[in-house]
């Protein structure tokens, strides 16, 4: 009896310290969101930039329904000429929104998002379409 005892004791002294060690590794897991400047002082720009060249806009992309609610895929938007102004992680039945400092003179942004591939303008300073992709043929 006493082995018996000493045999659950023990078990649940190992339980209990192999739980306790136990933690999430966050460094694994990918991001679902990217880190947002929140004031123009925090970027790294060249000393002649003019931040009075930029306006902020306005980006709402409506989701929609997929086979697999719990997917996730890289959402891109670009401008002109191909610079990336934002990337992250993002689940396609979520309406995606953020708001972004860009150049005045930039009319429009490229969108990415697994298949979806399109140019969307923008006006009154917002951009704003769906992450389907276009219906138009090639």
């Known amino acids: 009896m006493k082995s ?3 045999s659950l004791i023990a078990f649940v002294f190992i339980l209990g310290f192999s739980l306790s060690s136990c933690k999430r590794d966050l460094a694994d897991t ?5 880190t947002r400047i929140e004031k123009p002082e ?3 720009a060249s000393s002649p930039y003019n931040w009075a060249d930029n306006k902020s806009i306005l980006i709402t992309l409506t989701g929609y329904s997929s086979s697999n609610p719990s ?3 890289v959402i891109t938007i670009l401008d002109a000429k191909e ?3 934002y ?8 309406t995606f929104e953020t708001e972004l400092l860009i150049p005045k003179k930039l009319a429009a942004v490229r969108v990415k998002f697994g298949t979806t591939d399109k140019i969307i303008p923008i006006i009154d300073n917002v951009v ?4 389907l992709p276009s219906s138009e043929a090639h």
């Open 71 to 73: 997917e996730l895929g």
């Open 30 to 34: 990918p991001e679902s969101s990217s």
């Open 4 to 6: 018996s005892t000493f």
């Open 128 to 131: 704003s379409g769906t992450l």
């Open 42 to 44: 925090e970027l790294d």
């Open 83 to 85: 610079n990336v102004l």
């Open 87 to 94: 990337k992250g992680m993002h689940s396609s039945i979520l």
